[in-house]
């Protein structure tokens, strides 16, 4: 099969087809989606060398599988459930997991994959395949409501206006709380404004604005320390980034003023289908451009670019 190699440099390359164990599917990709995740790593984030991608979604073709003949979208951590993490409701942090496209398994910027059946879940009929992608980070932004109470009254920062912060402000908007998208990026706020969502650029905050809950979701080293300047005293820090180059932070202060730091990551996937099954969440406006397989790595010149919002990749013709 073709896919996309990282050894250091990135590469169009024929691989061998991958083989499914029992308990596995064989996934025909349909679309895929470059993350800022897959942009940290060709600058070192978790050493991964390998296939790339863990944005996807796929036609499961292995005709044993019960989900054969079905378009599927696939949970990214790969875990054991034999640890006491995985038997503790914590598989997402399994002592023996891989994560796909990221740590020690294949990932979806290929012809195929393979995945644990148990991670797989059946796209519904009525969401576009290509907003099935995001199903995955739609996930990681509900993760942070699985991990603390949003009550109405509270007031939110959201700093960062790329995918993953659209998304977040996007089911904020949902919560009834009062709430700001926040960026750098001029354009990336008129952009949210034209989804209608409240945004505005980040030289706009004054300095004594505060909010009860900041979420960092800027990509940025410097995400963490702008957040932790506008968060008061025994508020709540979500961290969403993740880079290759990590930002040293100042403790005292989190020790001064009680903050509570929350890190946040992969999120259960069944509330994210039924957000877009429902179009509580607009996906479509997101989608910067789509290319085609062979053109992917001119695609990860594009999403590199700071106006981009999500690249999309068309692996197959639609059935």
Do not use: W
Request: with cysteine; aromatic share 8%.
């Amino acid at each position: 099969m073709k896919a996309l190699v990282y050894d250091g440099k990135l590469s169009l390359q024929q691989v061998p087809d991958p083989a499914p164990k029992q308990g596995e599917a064989l996934i025909r990709i349909r679309y895929s989606s470059i993350c800022n995740t897959d942009l940290e790593i060709l600058k070192g984030y978790m050493g991964f060398k390998g296939i790339l991608g863990h944005e996807f979604v796929g036609e499961v073709i292995t005709e044993k599988s019960r989900f054969f003949g079905k378009d599927v979208v696939g949970e990214i951590n790969i875990s054991c459930g034999r640890c006491y993490m995985c038997q503790t409701g914590r598989k997402s942090h399994c002592t023996n997991r891989s994560v796909m496209g990221i740590f020690e398994h294949a990932g979806a910027f290929a012809d195929y994959v393979v995945l644990p059946e148990k991670n797989l879940h059946v796209v519904p009929a009525n969401v576009e395949l290509p907003a099935a992608v995001f199903t995955e980070p739609l996930a990681a932004a509900l993760e942070i409501f699985e991990q603390t109470k949003i009550s109405p009254t509270d007031n939110v920062f959201i700093f960062g206006a790329g995918k993953l912060g659209l998304l977040i402000t996007q089911v904020f908007r949902l919560s009834g709380c009062e709430y700001t998208l926040l960026d750098i990026n001029p354009d990336k706020v008129e952009f949210a404004r034209g989804l209608g969502l409240p945004a505005k650029k980040l030289n706009d905050l004054q300095v004594e604005e505060r909010a009860e809950i900041c979420v960092d979701c800027t990509g940025s080293p410097d995400g963490i320390g702008i957040a932790l300047k506008h968060l008061r005293p025994r508020g709540k820090l979500i961290l969403k980034t993740t880079v290759a180059d990590p930002a040293k932070v100042d403790l005292n202060q989190i020790v001064m003023h009680e903050f509570n730091i929350i890190g946040s990551r992969c999120g259960v996937f069944e509330p994210a289908l039924s957000l877009l099954s429902q179009k509580l969440v607009d996906v479509e406006p997101l989608i910067t451009k789509v290319f085609a397989f062979d053109e992917i790595e001119e695609a990860f010149k594009l999403a590199a670019q700071p106006d981009s919002i999500n690249v999309l990749i068309r692996h197959k013709p639609e059935r």
